[in-house]
């Protein structure tokens, strides 16, 4: 029986279970006593490049936020840059463009009681072209680097508002093309 989906979108599903499932595992290990994740975030992005390597459509997205190095317990922003926070998620492709899976750190600076700034790094796997192509952007590699930058604001009862920009590219360290994918959105958050 054929396989129903391509070879690279099969491999990019089995990377990104093994990555989520590594940082799923290692959260738990570190904090069995506390909550498998400490924060959940759903919402939406849109691509904000021009010309060519525009993607089409929204982009659904949920993200975990882990605790494993205890940010939870740490006061001051010089600590919370020491703890930084695991994240696992997906960006999903709409319209025939590029679905990421990705992980990495999470570091969150509180600015008073309602305001926050977070910047994360880590990596990516996609769905998306890797050459040449008319259609999004040619991102050369399927692994690809992934770094972004967020502010929210805490609302009432652990609910918050996050916006995000995000960037993924293989940061020129590929033969092939780097275009890159850079989205931009708004989830909404439940801290636990």
């Not at 959940?40 to 089409?56: V, Y």
């Not at 659904?60 to 605790?67: G, K, N, W, Y």
């Not at 502010?151 to 995000?164: E, S, T």
Request: hydrophobic letters at 40%; charged letters at 20%.
């Amino acid at each position: 029986m054929a396989n129903v989906l391509p070879n690279y979108v099969l491999q990019s599903m089995c990377t990104s279970t093994v990555v989520i499932g590594a940082l799923l595992a290692s959260s738990k290990l570190v904090h069995a006593e506390d909550r498998f994740f400490n924060e959940l975030r759903f919402g939406a992005s849109t691509s904000i490049q021009s010309g060519r390597s525009r993607e089409d459509g929204v982009f659904p997205e949920v993200v975990a936020l882990f605790d494993p190095f205890g940010f939870e317990q740490v006061t001051g922003w010089k600590q919370q840059l020491l703890h930084p926070r695991l994240h696992a998620g997906s960006s999903i492709g709409t319209f025939g463009e590029a679905t990421q899976f990705y992980g990495g750190l999470t570091w969150t600076v509180d600015l008073g009681e309602k305001l926050f700034v977070e910047a994360g790094f880590g990596g990516a796997v996609h769905t998306g072209n890797l050459d040449e192509d008319d259609n999004g952007p040619d991102l050369g590699s399927r692994l690809l680097f992934r770094e972004y930058l967020a502010a929210g604001i805490n609302l009432q009862d652990g609910w918050r508002l996050v916006a995000q920009v995000a960037h993924a590219s293989n940061a020129s360290i590929c033969d092939g093309p780097n275009e890159g994918m850079t989205r931009a959105g708004v989830l909404v958050a439940y801290k636990f």
